[in-house]
């Protein structure tokens, strides 16, 4: 029997980096929500983004942007603390400033 690495077509390592997910614009206007205003809680994103579904907030701003680590929690032991809020990650803030040395 022969070595795995002698093996023809094997599959090698992975030629392109896996693609990122894009951020939507609802990700966008809550990223440059909380670059204007600071560290917000829910429902001062919601009261500032003129909604008012908790989970319609947490489905399409706060989750996807915490999945891609743009924003992180102020309390991360406590997610569901009463007095938690969101706040910009380094990666939120070089995707900011990346799009605004775009336009």
């Known amino acids: 029997m022969r070595p795995e ?23 966008e206007r809550l990223l440059g929500l909380l670059a204007e205003e600071g560290e917000l809680s829910n429902a001062s994103l919601r009261e500032h983004l003129k909604l ?8 399409h701003y706060i ?14 032991d406590k997610p569901n603390s009463r007095l938690q809020k ?9 995707w900011l400033q990346q799009q605004n040395n775009k336009g």
């Open 52 to 59: 008012k579904d908790r989970t319609h907030v947490r489905k």
């Open 5 to 27: 690495a002698e093996w023809p077509g094997k599959v090698t390592d992975q030629v392109t980096p896996p693609v990122t997910p894009p951020v939507t614009p609802p990700v």
């Open 86 to 94: 969101y706040r910009l990650t380094a990666a939120g803030q070089a």
């Open 63 to 76: 989750d996807p942007a915490l999945e891609q680590g743009l924003i992180e929690y102020t309390i991360p």
